[in-house]
């Protein structure tokens, strides 16, 4: 990494540092959260209903961005859809038969029954049939950071990885058949670019498959976990009956969690039932009607369930990007606080803060999971200058304020 001007070699070095990976012992998201700030509940808003904090809320925002501009660079289209929608849309698509042991139960408006959705997919059926649509348009891929809601049971709700309110990565591809097993491998591949960028790693994936009984619907199942099978070719899987969405067989990417429960983070699903039910067409190169394949996929899941396998992974001391604090200024005496002030005011996009009350030991010691700490004296501000010290306690020589702070920039800078 070279800094806007000037440079830095010691400086440079933190970038590595900060992109790497280190194995560490896992935390329990629940207790760590609230000890940093990061989320809390209360029960007049209600259990698996938790709401962030500022610097949970930094976090989140910043795994959001990440997530769209990875989305973007791939050729999605982002959309937003309402978190409500009438019972009939979801006896349409199969969630009301299937699911509604996990649905919230209708509200009546109006004359109307509403329903929270436990799903975006039926919203997203609608938005791709919302017009006429050619085979030159495909594969048209459409996302949303949306809401649902599952009517979770009390007894298994837990801090952010099982909640009845749920903010979820979700996106849908409308293609043709010819298209589906590559669009299927270009999300594992996202997924699998997500997970290094957040530095975390799969437990195993997993194919799922339908079982028995009557829970799933009729449909070209054998084709659907053929084209999933071919995509994982060359990755090591389990493939386990009773685990497919009712509409289909699905990819799930399993991690685990710090008392080494197994959850489902990211999926990749082939749907062949929701474009039969909601009729949804294409014009072919033969100028006939088509149906075309949907393909679900979430790359980091839940928003809710991605933060805390972060903070179990990582401690707190987040990759530099997703650092709630970024930099810490730490002015020596009063004397050092308006040249901190006006160094705060040039940070641009970083998040920073001034922390000027107690020792200065105590401080650093403080900030120990903050990426870049600069102690301010009376040298620094004679010289315009910031000495920087690194989250694993290594220091660099002083600087040029703008010098450091060009390369603070470009080592926090959303991947």
Not at 397 to 405: H, K, T, Y
């Amino acid at each position: 990494m070279s800094p806007a001007r000037g440079g830095c070699p010691g400086l440079r070095l933190v970038v590595t540092r900060l992109a790497v990976h280190e194995e560490s012992t896992m935390h329990d998201h629940r207790k760590l959260g609230r000890e940093l700030g990061l989320f809390d509940t209360d029960p007049l808003i209600g259990a698996g209903l938790p709401y962030w904090l500022p610097d949970g809320a930094a976090v989140r925002h910043s795994l959001e961005e990440y997530v769209r501009r990875l989305e973007r660079r791939s050729g999605y289209r982002h959309v937003n859809s309402p978190v409500l929608g009438k019972r009939d849309l979801y006896e349409i698509s199969g969630h009301w038969a299937h699911y509604r042991d996990d649905m919230y139960p209708p509200m009546d408006v109006g004359g109307e029954q509403l329903v929270l959705r436990p799903s975006l997919c039926p919203h997203h059926a609608l938005i791709y049939r919302s017009r006429g649509r050619s085979h030159r348009e495909l594969p048209l891929r459409i996302a949303e950071l949306g809401g649902m809601y599952r009517a979770e049971l009390s007894g298994v709700l837990g801090g952010l990885s099982r909640v009845r309110a749920i903010h979820l990565n979700d996106a849908h591809i409308f293609c043709t058949l010819d298209q589906v097993e590559a669009e299927v491998a270009a999300a594992l591949a996202m997924i699998r670019q997500a997970y290094d960028a957040l530095g975390i790693s799969p437990a195993r994936y997993r194919l799922s498959l339908p079982g028995d009984g009557g829970k799933y619907v009729a449909g070209n199942w054998d084709r659907a976990a053929d084209i999933l099978r071919s995509a994982l070719d060359g990755l090591p899987y389990d493939a386990v009956e009773g685990e497919a969405a009712f509409y289909g067989p699905k990819i799930d990417v399993q991690i685990v969690d710090s008392a080494g429960r197994e959850s489902t983070l990211s999926t990749v699903q082939v749907d062949f039932h929701q474009p039969e039910q909601f009729d949804l067409e294409y014009i072919g190169p033969d100028a006939a009607k088509h149906r075309p394949v949907m393909v679900h996929r979430s790359i980091i899941g839940s928003v809710e369930r991605a933060v805390a396998q972060l903070v179990e992974v990582h401690g707190g001391a987040f990759p530099g990007w997703l650092a709630p604090v970024q930099l810490r200024l730490l002015p020596v005496s009063e004397a050092e606080v308006p040249y901190a002030r006006e160094i705060l005011n040039r940070c641009g996009d970083v998040r920073a803060e001034i922390v000027a009350q107690g020792s200065l030991g105590a401080r650093i010691r403080d900030g120990r999971l903050v990426p870049f700490q600069a102690v301010i004296g009376r040298e620094e501000v004679a010289a315009g200058q910031l000495s920087v010290r690194l989250r694993d306690g290594s220091r660099v020589d002083a600087q040029p304020a703008e010098d450091a702070l060009a390369s603070i920039r470009e080592a926090v800078r959303v991947p």
